[in-house]
């Protein structure tokens, strides 16, 4: 049974510091990790992807992996009211099919003032 | 933009009506999903469709089918609802070898009484 891990939260953050999700998976084969933000109430929007060990930058947002660590993880700079959402985690372990995407059941964030 | 088109936001249906999800996207993807999201349980996926009329059973495809007659749309059916399919119903699209990037529409929330 392929797993993607998530803590649920809510993991509350202050305003302007550095905001830390982090997600496991199960299949050490999985290929390509991705991202989405949830709003309350909103559909899931994609908002980083990451295909290889290593770092990558966006904006305030940064994506880590370590596939020997099966970890994949989202830093989220100088954080902001607007950045409160739910974040959950997908993990492809097969890139020849898009139907073998697994989500995370998402961890809550809350940024206070 | 990418714009995933879900034809309800609520809907409420009795015990054993026959119910028709309807979605249509307008970015000539080949891709598109059909999810359930619940609390605590994340995203999970019903039907998968990579072409006209091709489809491909997700991980709980069990009182559920599908229909894709046209590229741009892909039609969830519930033969005939349970109240355990009261969920939020989220479709989504993406191109070929963009599997992971999925785009969803903003969801219908089913009520089965």
């Known amino acids: 049974q392929k797993e993607v891990e998530q803590n649920s939260g809510p993991l509350s953050v202050p305003e302007g510091a550095i905001a830390s999700l982090n997600c496991t998976y199960s299949d050490r084969g999985s290929q390509s990790f991705f991202w989405y933000r949830q709003y309350s109430g909103k559909s899931p929007e994609l908002i980083m992807s990451i295909y290889s060990n290593g770092d990558k930058e966006d904006g305030r947002f940064t994506a880590q992996l370590n596939k020997a660590s099966q970890y994949v993880s989202l830093l989220i700079r100088d954080s902001q009211p607007s950045d409160s959402a739910t974040y959950l985690c997908?993990?492809?372990?097969?890139?020849?099919?898009?139907?073998?995407?697994?989500f995370g059941s998402g961890t809550r964030l809350s940024i206070r003032p | 933009d990418v714009k995933v088109t879900q034809s309800s936001r609520y809907l409420v249906k009795r015990t054993g009506e026959k119910v028709f999800l309807e979605c249509v996207q307008d970015m000539d993807h080949e891709n598109m999903f059909w999810y359930r999201q619940d609390p605590g349980l994340g995203l999970r996926l019903i039907y998968f469709?990579?072409?006209?009329?091709?489809?491909e059973k997700g991980d709980i495809p069990e009182g559920y089918s599908v229909s894709r007659e046209k590229k741009e749309r892909f039609s969830l059916i519930l033969e005939s609802a349970s109240t355990n399919q009261t969920s939020m119903y989220l479709c989504?699209?993406?191109?070929?070898?963009?599997?992971?990037?999925?785009?969803f529409g903003s969801g219908t929330q089913l009520s089965v009484l």
């Open positions: 997908a993990v492809n372990w097969d890139d020849s099919s898009a139907s073998k995407i697994i």
């Open positions: 989504a699209s993406s191109t070929s070898g963009q599997g992971g990037k999925l785009f």
């Open positions: 469709s990579y072409d006209v009329k091709m489809k």
